[in-house]
Structure formats: C-alpha cells, structure tokens
C-alpha cells in the first residue's frame, strides 16, 4: 500500500504543474491562499488518521506541503 502515497504525491504534483484553463474555482477557493489552507487541512487529516497514515510513513510531508 505504499503505492498509495507515491501515487498521491505525483497526483498532487501534476495537479499543481496545470495552469487552469478555467480560474473560477481557483478563485471560489480563495487562490493560493485558500488552496494552502486546504491543503494544510488535509495533511493534519491524514496525520490524524490511523487508518491511512501508515501510508505516508515514506513521505516527506514538509517537502510535500512547501510544493
């Protein structure tokens, strides 16, 4: 299951890569700002998270959240 946060990482990557062709929900996220929040959030749910935080055992979460 390590195949799980390699592949969130790469997903998130590529995603963050794109610029958007369409901005609106960048901006109804709040741009940058919101998107880190969210983002933010979503690091403390898994680090919160015994059932998947196992998976991110191998990860760099502070590289991941300064990408």
Known sequence: MRWFGLLFCLLLGACAGQAP????????LGGEPGVTR????MLLRIAGDPRIVEHFQDIDIQRLRDS
Do not use: A, M, P, T
Not at 21 to 28: E, I
């Open 38 to 41: 969210i983002v933010e959030g």
């Open 21 to 28: 062709k369409d901005d609106s929900l960048y901006r109804q």
